[in-house]
């Protein structure tokens, strides 16, 4: 597997900045939450599946860690899933019921030309591009997130997600610089929907989108979303991650499905991760896993 975003400096500089521990194990982050009293818990998104588990019981210890969270980097399909998943279950992990990154994804190929990533999409999806075209849709990558920002509100409430406040949203992302790229798209002036897209390396992740209810009538979401196909790769990505779609495992997940329906008519592969893994050190804390 590709390198996830969540292992990039610059993501987990966001959590330093607001007062967890940074350690890196191997290569892979890990972050530490120091709470008052009663110790530390520990989260690793989507790090290296063989990472040292001796090692991590020994950054827990010395941090005094009574939770540890554990997401790899790793797909249902791989050959050493069975081991992996036998050396965390000896370990003392346990699947949890909760899972923060998604656990299960679309990634599209972008190595093909525009016509073949156009002929792999579904009947609708081109037909409402040929009807599009003629809508006078203007498209530009945008420089500030606060013009997309109240859109982007609207459409987690809507759609029942949580929006980080704009500060946050800002502080994650503007760190990577000319690799996040806001597409802002428009008819007669007015701001119908944005995408915002993580160019990084071989991989495009899509990160936030959304749309005015103007632009829902419109059928605005299809041509937003084959803009940022084509956006991630003129970025020279080979890969375009959708950045999670419903799966029946986590209940958590059921508010993707309308979603995830959209996201399946742009083609791609569907990928399965092994899921979210959690360990208490009291017994008590075990009961945690369907929270954290």
């Known amino acids: ?36 009293f009663v110790g530390s818990i520990i989260k690793i998104q989507r ?24 997401e790899p980097n790793l797909t249902t399909s791989d050959p050493s899933a069975p081991a992996i998943l036998k050396n965390l279950k000896s370990f003392g992990y346990k699947e949890s019921r909760w899972a923060p990154c998604p656990t299960r994804t679309i990634h599209i190929d972008l190595t093909p030309d525009l016509n073949k990533l ?10 409402y591009l040929r ?21 982007l509100q609207k459409a987690g409430k809507t759609k029942g997600y949580a929006v980080p406040r704009i500060e946050e949203l800002k502080s994650r992302w ?10 802002l798209g428009y008819k007669d002036g007015k701001l119908l929907g944005g995408s915002l897209t993580l160019c990084r390396d071989a991989t495009a992740a899509g990160i936030y989108m959304a749309t005015s209810k103007e632009g829902l009538v419109q059928h605005f979401p299809y041509s937003l979303m084959w803009e940022s196909v084509k956006l991630s790769k003129e970025a020279g990505c080979r890969i375009l991650d959708l950045d999670g779609i419903y799966d029946p495992r986590y209940r958590t997940h059921t508010s993707w499905k309308g979603l995830s329906k959209f996201k399946r008519k742009f083609g791609g592969r569907e990928i399965e991760f ?8 009291f017994l008590p804390f075990n009961h945690l896993n369907d929270f954290f």
């Open 1 to 36: 597997m590709e390198r996830d975003y969540r292992q990039y400096a610059e993501y987990n500089s966001f959590f330093e900045a607001r007062g967890w521990v940074v350690e890196k194990i191997n290569g892979t982050f890990i972050l530490i939450k120091q709470l008052p």
């Open 47 to 70: 790090g290296d599946p063989k990472i040292p588990l001796q090692k991590v019981d020994e950054v827990a210890k010395r941090h005094r860690a009574f939770l540890i969270k554990i």
């Open 118 to 127: 156009l002929a792999q999409t579904t009947r609708d999806v081109r037909k």
């Open 131 to 151: 009807n599009n075209r003629g809508k006078s849709f203007e498209f530009r990558q945008g420089k500030n997130l606060e013009d997309f920002y109240p859109l």
């Open 174 to 183: 503007e760190v990577f610089g000319n690799d996040i790229k806001l597409l």
């Open 274 to 281: 092994v899921g979210s893994f959690t360990k208490g050190k």
